[in-house]
């Protein structure tokens, strides 16, 4: 049961050029959305959050955009660069209708693989 | 580096045979997080544990266990491991238990380097 869906397994962008990744999901319980990034070898690392009750929230070049009546996000990189090379996760978490049994557990997308080339 | 440390990093191991995989949260986060990474099942969570309890369960196995320990750190068992086990296990840790979960950067998950556990 994939809550969480990122549809794109790979994207490949020309650097200085905006990377948008997408993300579906179709639990409506869920009210908070994370994206990560993860490098070879190591762990996913947290790049930038959304609440539900906002619809955009940028940090520099990254920016997420939450789109609720559509069940959809995506996250912008402006401008792409070569170190954004990465696969990213995204994630959602939230109340459920057993609040507290699952509360805090984060849901993923199977990751979009992001190459920014020269 | 996320403050997150886990150990081993690298695991080979037979069909049958247990293993314990450790994590250290980072300083001051109480809520430590279990998730296994597949390569068919993405980064599936498996449980949660709070200050010393079990919070939340996921799609864990009855042949995984897992706790923490007063310090905080905590330890996921594996027992009576098959081919399938063989993936990414990664440890998280978060300030919260997650029922504050409304915007707040104390909430965020974050992740350790992981381990790569192989049964043959």
């Known amino acids: 049961d994939q809550q969480v869906k990122q549809n794109s397994p790979s994207l490949s962008v020309q650097e200085g050029r905006i990377s948008i990744l997408n993300c579906d999901y179709t639990?409506?319980?869920?009210?908070?959305f994370l994206w990560y990034k993860k490098y070879p070898a190591e762990g996913p690392t947290f790049l930038i959050s959304?609440?539900?009750?906002?619809d955009k929230n940028e940090d520099g070049r990254f920016t997420v955009f939450l789109n609720k009546s559509a069940k959809h996000l995506s996250l912008h990189i402006v401008p792409s660069q070569p170190g954004d090379s990465a696969v990213y996760f995204c994630?959602?978490?939230?109340?459920?209708?057993?609040?507290?049994?699952?509360?805090?557990?984060?849901?993923f997308g199977r990751g979009t693989q992001l190459t920014v080339w020269p | 580096d996320s403050g997150v440390t886990q150990t081993p990093k690298h695991l080979i191991t037979a069909t049958g045979q247990r293993v314990t995989l450790r994590c250290s949260p980072r300083?001051?986060?109480?809520?430590v997080y279990w998730y296994q990474q597949s390569l068919d099942q993405g980064l599936q969570f498996l449980i949660q544990?709070?200050?010393?309890?079990?919070?939340a369960k996921g799609n864990i196995l009855e042949r995984f266990s897992a706790q923490q320990f007063p310090d905080l750190h905590s330890e996921l068992n594996l027992s009576s491991l098959e081919l399938g086990d063989s993936a990414l296990y990664f440890c998280?840790?978060?300030?919260?238990?997650?029922?504050?979960?409304?915007?707040?950067?104390?909430?965020?998950?974050?992740f350790g380097p992981g381990t790569r556990l192989t049964v043959l």
């Open positions: 998280a840790s978060s300030v919260a238990t997650g029922g504050t979960f409304r915007g707040s950067p104390t909430d965020t998950q974050y």
């Open positions: 994630a959602a978490t939230g109340f459920r209708a057993d609040r507290g049994s699952t509360l805090g557990r984060l849901y």
């Open positions: 639990n409506s319980m869920f009210d908070y």
């Open positions: 959304i609440s539900s009750i906002k």
């Open positions: 544990y709070y200050n010393g309890e079990e919070r």
């Open positions: 300083s001051g986060d109480l809520s």
